[in-house]
C-alpha cells in the first residue's frame, strides 16, 4: 500500500492509492437547518446549472472527486440509491466532481458504467454551508430549499436508513 500526505495549512489529508477492503459505513446523517445559497455547477456537457432548479424536491448533493478513494469506493451505493428514486420526480440527485477536470470525470463515468447526474465544479468556489471540508462530502436539501442534513466521508448509501430519511424529507418539509 502507498500513502500519500497532503498538506493544506494546519490539515492534513491522508489518500490511500489503494481500494480499501473494509466495508462501507451505514452514514448517520448530522442535522443541519440552513438557507441553501446560490449554487452553480456544470453538466459534463457543460451546460451551467443553478440549484434553485430543484426548488421543490429532496436533493443528494454529493461532492468527490476522482482523486479521492473514499468517493471511487461509495459511488457505486449511491448508484444503487439512485436506481431507486430515478423516477421519483420529488428527488434530485447532483453529484458534483470537485478539483477534477471535465475530461477526468469523463473518463471515470466512461469506464466505471455509471447512469448517476454526474455534474462539476473544477476548481471554483463552492459556497458555504455546501463547501466540503472533506471528501466525500453528502449534503440533503428539503423541497422547502433547507439544509437538512450533511455527512462527511463515505458510506453506504443504499442502506434503507437513507431511503427512510429521504421519505422523511419529502412528507415532513413539503415545497412551499
Not at 446523517?29 to 432548479?53: C, G, M, W
Request: hydrophobic share 40%; proline share 8%; net charge neutral.
Amino acid at each position: 500500500m502507498r500513502t500519500i500526505v497532503l498538506g493544506a495549512g494546519l490539515l492534513f489529508f491522508l489518500i490511500s492509492t489503494e481500494h480499501s477492503t473494509a466495508p462501507l459505513h451505514i452514514p448517520v446523517i448530522t442535522p443541519v437547518n440552513q438557507r441553501v445559497p446560490a449554487f452553480t455547477y456544470r453538466s459534463l456537457d457543460t451546460k451551467v446549472h443553478n440549484l434553485s432548479e430543484l426548488k421543490g424536491k429532496v436533493v443528494l448533493i454529493d461532492f468527490w472527486g476522482t482523486w479521492c478513494a473514499g468517493c471511487v469506493e461509495e459511488m457505486p451505493t449511491i448508484e444503487r440509491l439512485y436506481d431507486r428514486y430515478r423516477i421519483d420526480p420529488r428527488v434530485a440527485f447532483v453529484i458534483v466532481s470537485q478539483n477534477d477536470t471535465l475530461d477526468k470525470v469523463k473518463a471515470f463515468v466512461a469506464k466505471n458504467h455509471f447512469n448517476l447526474p454526474f455534474y462539476y465544479v473544477g476548481t471554483d468556489a463552492v459556497p458555504p454551508p455546501l463547501s466540503p471540508q472533506a471528501w466525500p462530502s453528502t449534503y440533503f436539501i428539503s423541497p422547502d430549499g433547507v439544509l437538512r442534513g450533511e455527512y462527511l466521508g463515505g458510506g453506504d448509501w443504499s442502506d434503507q436508513s437513507v431511503v427512510r430519511y429521504i421519505e422523511l424529507l419529502k412528507q415532513k418539509y413539503p415545497a412551499k
